[in-house]
């Protein structure tokens, strides 16, 4: 079991041994946009009110990072978050989004990992 959390970029992960390997990375913060932060408002406002719990305020930079994954060979992968892109909604997506009345959903991130390898050190491509 790897133990993170993702106001900083470290884990903790248990070896074999009984040691604990403590791994860490610097990370540079990511501002979350104006409108970017405003959309993702509307999300949280709608879906904290459809499941009756009080709406959380978006923070003005995103966690270095988003989701852990360890692979076969003990990796761990790590989503990190990065700068918002918008893309409007294609009318397929409006339409599907309308039909179950939900907010649009309009920013994204381009897909970034990070892989550790099982002595801590960052895997070279």
Known sequence: MVVGRNDDY?????LGDGRILRI???????RVKREERRAFQVMEDHYSMRSGRAAERIPREKAPWSNLWV???????????GEGYHRP????EK???E?????????????SFDVIERNGKLSQP
Do not use: C, I, M, Y
């Open 24 to 30: 860490q990375r610097s990370w540079a913060p990511v």
């Open 95 to 97: 339409g599907l989004r």
């Open 10 to 14: 470290a884990f903790h992960q248990p």
């Open 71 to 81: 692979d076969e060979e003990d990796r761990l992968w790590v989503a990190r978050h």
């Open 99 to 111: 039909k179950w009345e939900n907010p649009p959903n309009e920013w994204w991130e381009p897909f």
């Open 89 to 92: 909604e294609t009318v397929a």
